[in-house]
């Protein structure tokens, strides 16, 4: 949709601008390896289940909205990807499977902000 400007059909005050378009995304397999990203700098695998993202360009404040996928190593959906802390540079993520943290097969996150 952000490549939809000025339409008299669009009802977003904001189609166009940076608040619609995702300023971070990365999708990495369970080593923290980057398969493909956009404003990321680097992935670390910070412990089970946990994955630190740096983000290319700092987020000009922490409220920012992070969405958070995993699957398992067999392709499955995990039970529980959360959000474990969020600075303006990084943005730390951990995966759980039956309330025990777990190393994902794959994670796939996306966030929206300024």
């Known amino acids: 949709m952000s490549g939809i400007i000025g339409t008299s059909r669009s009802k977003s005050k904001v189609v166009g601008k940076s608040l619609d378009t995702a300023k971070v995304w990365a999708r990495s397999n369970n080593d923290a390896d980057k398969l493909s990203t956009f404003g990321v700098s680097s992935l670390a695998d910070t412990g089970t ?66």
Do not use: P
């Open 49 to 114: 289940g946990v994955i630190t993202v740096t983000f290319s360009t700092a987020f000009a404040n922490v409220n920012y909205v992070a969405a958070t996928m995993t699957s398992d190593k067999s392709g499955t959906f995990m039970h529980f990807c959360r959000i474990a802390d969020q600075t303006t540079t990084t943005c730390t993520f951990q995966n759980w499977e039956n309330n025990v943290a777990a190393d994902g097969g794959s994670y796939h996150l996306i966030i929206f902000g300024e």
